[in-house]
């Protein structure tokens, strides 16, 4: 799994988008970039979730997992999810 910490969330056309922190920017290979760093977290088109985020868990019925769902974390300034990448 893996953390990927976001700061702003927009929905548009295209889908769900998260604005990264810099240090998750970073983190995932994005250091060298100057200004924001975005990722599509749901694809609207063809409609398939790409990053689960907690306000949209929340409202989806509880789905029976092998394991523990993925911990949330979230603070005023700065959200993330913890991703378990099978």
């Known amino acids: 799994g ?12 295209d889908g769900k988008w998260l604005r990264l922190t810099d240090e998750t920017a970073v983190l995932y290979g994005h250091g060298n970039v100057s200004g924001q ?3 599509l977290a749901y694809h609207q088109h063809l409609r398939r979730e ?3 985020i907690a306000s949209d868990i929340m ?6 997992r092998q394991e523990d ?7 005023s300034t700065q959200q993330s999810v913890i991703i378990d990448a099978n």
């Open 50 to 52: 790409l990053i689960p």
């Open 69 to 75: 769902p993925p911990t949330l974390h979230t603070s």
């Open 2 to 13: 893996g953390s990927i910490a976001y700061i702003e969330k927009i929905e548009n056309e």
């Open 37 to 39: 760093v975005w990722c």
């Open 59 to 64: 409202d989806r019925p509880p789905v029976r």
